[in-house]
């Protein structure tokens, strides 16, 4: 394989997934790690990529950047579904009690999956300041279904700001599904906005046991704002074992992984 077909590749794999390992391409192309770092030298010099610790990430992936609702919509999108549909098996058939849902794509994927969940004559509370999940929610009889107002993110469709914050923090979930941008050994779960991180933060704070729902592009992700620790969280569902270095670290916040 010529070197430009590698790039060329390179660069449909980021644009796809987000990220690129130095090894797993190695392997991939079946050359040496000389050769991909050279690669990714190459994309770097044209402004194709970002070079990070044993590999790259897209142009796009600073600590601040955001996809739009409908990018993220697209992307991972079988890989949210299975994730959505393995959160809810969290509850159990006979799950009676109070939910919050957070913003974002896969916890919209998890409020798409609860009403195949739900008993005939469900006890379910479901509060959110998601637009999204409000609306996958709205027209189902068998649960009471509340959302927080507060200034809405055209990115991700959800409420943020100090009344939405305020007012989470006058609740206390039986259980609450979150969302985050990253999530890594060191910095635990972190996203690109101030507002976005305080709502989250409440979230978790309020709530009685902690659902994270990531798929693996979050793995190794580090954006601007922390806005809890790893061992703030009960259960991880996502698609992919973690690497080592993260599962080790998960493992000894005591997290629970269940992979879909």
């Known amino acids: 394989m010529y ?48 070079r990070v610790h044993g590999g790259a990430v897209g142009i796009d992936r600073a600590s601040t950047a955001e996809t739009t609702l409908t990018e993220r919509r697209e992307r991972h999108g079988d890989a949210k579904r299975a994730i959505g549909a393995e959160a809810v098996a969290v509850l159990g058939s006979d799950f009676r009690g109070s939910i919050f849902l957070d913003g974002g794509t896969t916890s919209a994927a998890v409020a ?16 959110t300041h998601s637009l999204e999940a409000a609306h996958l929610l709205a027209g189902e009889e068998r649960l009471s279904l509340t ?18 914050v305020r007012t989470i923090g006058q609740l206390r979930p039986d259980i609450a599904f979150v969302g985050t941008n990253g999530l890594s050994a060191g910095f635990g779960l972190s996203t690109p906005d101030p507002d976005e991180a305080a709502v989250k933060t409440a ?14 592009a979050k793995f190794g992700e580090e954006l601007l704002v922390r806005f809890a620790r790893l061992d703030e969280i009960d259960v991880l569902v996502t698609d992919a074992a973690p690497p080592a270095p993260l599962a080790e670290a998960l493992a000894d916040a005591d997290v629970e992984v269940r992979v879909a």
Do not use: C, K
């Open 3 to 50: 070197a430009m077909e590698r790039q060329q590749l390179i660069e449909r794999e980021l644009r796809e997934v987000g990220r690129v390992s130095v090894i797993d391409l190695a392997r991939r192309f079946e050359v040496t790690t000389e050769t991909v770092r050279r690669d990714l030298d190459r994309l770097e010099g044209n402004g194709s990529l970002r």
């Open 147 to 164: 959302t927080i107002g507060g200034r809405v993110r055209g990115v991700t469709a959800a409420a943020v700001g100090a009344h939405t």
């Open 203 to 216: 979230i978790i704070q309020s709530a009685r046991r902690v659902v994270l729902v990531a798929d693996a």
């Open 112 to 127: 798409a999956m609860l009403p195949t969940v739900l008993g005939a004559t469900s006890e379910v509370e479901i509060v």
